[in-house]
């Protein structure tokens, strides 16, 4: 499968590398190209430095029928703006969205958004360890 | 009306002060502290402080009860999900969006937002009214390598000419007017031909007087 990820970030880039050890083969677009430091040297991890909203950029990133779209920049808004612009111009079924802020993550499932919330994620993670204990 | 602005920039400081003298009910919200200073020195409650694109601060100033949102920060990835928050949690009726890289307008529309402004699409438009405005003359023919043309031109309500008899007007040395197009007549002129409203000219005229004879349009 084609996946492309927007953020090269820890999350990004970590789960690029997991992917392509899975066979997939990877984008990972980011404009600050110190970002792809934590990438591995694969042949099907593809790196692309510059801002996806440069539409020579996403071009370069969705030229072939992208699988799956995944954004995790540290921005929620960015990214959910990212996310439907992309969604919208190359017709990605698929689309998967990092948010932090709880509420928004809200608003984003409502709309029909498969969102991951890190910020929900840790606060269930420290309730099953703080929770049992009275 | 209830409205609420978020983002008090220029834009959103105007536009407040507008809606506020129109007697509407205005909400200003406003992230920066220092900036939340010297507005509520002008409007006092109507200003709140906090992050706009936060469900929590939107519910505080009452989106749910707002007649009109409008989203003018400086981050058009803001003003998107300001606005989507106010359709999809507060059924905010109607949202309006600055767009600040024309290229979002598009999206903006597909994704729910009721209007957009593009002040960068606004000047572009207005710049190109004036560059409109300012070519009423239309190069019918070249003749004489380039030297001599035939024109077509409006003459202007505000022109010297308009009012005035062929013989009365001082054109430039070089230029001659061949015919005047009078909706569907075509007048070849006497000294004695009027100018009147509506009226356009033909002009053979020497490239060299050509700026001259523009002014008197």
Known sequence: ?134 | MYIIVVGGGKIGYHLTKFLLAEKNEVLLIENDEARVAELSAEFGESVMEGNGSRVPILREGGANRADVLVAVTGVDEDNLVICQIAKTVFKCPRTIARVNDPRDEALFSAMGVDATVSSTRLINSLIEEQVNANSTMIPLLTLSAGNVEIIEADISSRSEMMGKKVKEVNLPEGARIVAILRETEVVIPTGDSLFGPGDKIMVLVKKDVEQALRKML
């Open chain 1, 1 to 134: 499968m084609r996946i492309v990820i927007l953020g090269s970030g820890r999350v990004g880039s970590h789960l690029a590398n997991a992917l392509v050890n899975k066979g997939h083969t990877i984008v990972v677009v980011d404009d600050k190209d110190r970002k792809f430091k934590s990438l591995e040297d694969h042949p099907d991890i593809h790196r692309i430095h510059g801002n996806i909203f440069d539409e020579k950029i996403s071009d370069q990133a969705c030229t072939e029928k992208v699988d799956k779209f995944v954004v995790v920049t540290g921005n929620d808004n960015i990214n959910v703006m990212v996310a439907q612009a992309i969604q919208k111009k190359y017709q990605i079924q698929e689309v998967y969205i990092r948010i932090f802020d709880p509420d928004l993550a809200d608003v984003y499932r409502m709309l029909g958004f498969e969102i991951i919330c890190p910020t929900n994620y840790t606060i269930s993670e420290f309730m099953k360890l703080l929770g049992p204990k009275k």
